[in-house]
């Protein structure tokens, strides 16, 4: 089993920014990617960013310009950069890996809550 555990959510004003982090542990042979996504009360969950194993990084078209995200092989952790965050950037942030071997094998975390104030 694969554990991931997202921290740095919070309360920001619209235009502030704000720093997530996601840390994998558990059976863990190697990480294929790492990625983040969100999910607003209500509203099906989005895709926002991913990270590859060679550092190959995809944006939402929403937050391209705005978030950043980055990865710590060593420590088995990805990391999200947000700038000029917008109200409409409030979600549940959910950090995601895949582990699979010969296949996509993804696991979610629980998600860290971003609230951005306007």
């Known amino acids: 089993q694969v554990q991931l555990v997202e921290s740095g959510g919070g309360l920001v004003q619209a235009g502030g920014s704000l720093g997530l982090s996601c840390a994998a542990s558990g059976s863990i042979f190697s990480i294929n990617a790492m990625g983040w996504y969100r999910q607003a009360p209500g509203k099906q969950r989005k895709f926002v960013a991913t990270i590859n194993r060679v550092d190959g990084t995809n944006y939402a078209d929403s937050v391209k310009g705005r978030f950043t995200i980055s990865r710590d092989s060593a420590k088995n952790t990805v990391y999200l950069q947000m700038l000029s965050l917008k109200p409409e950037d409030t979600a549940n942030y959910l950090c995601?890996?895949?582990?699979?071997?010969?296949?996509?094998?993804?696991?979610w975390g629980q998600g860290t809550q971003v609230t951005v104030s306007s």
């Open positions: 995601a890996a895949d582990v699979g071997r010969a296949r996509a094998d993804w696991y």
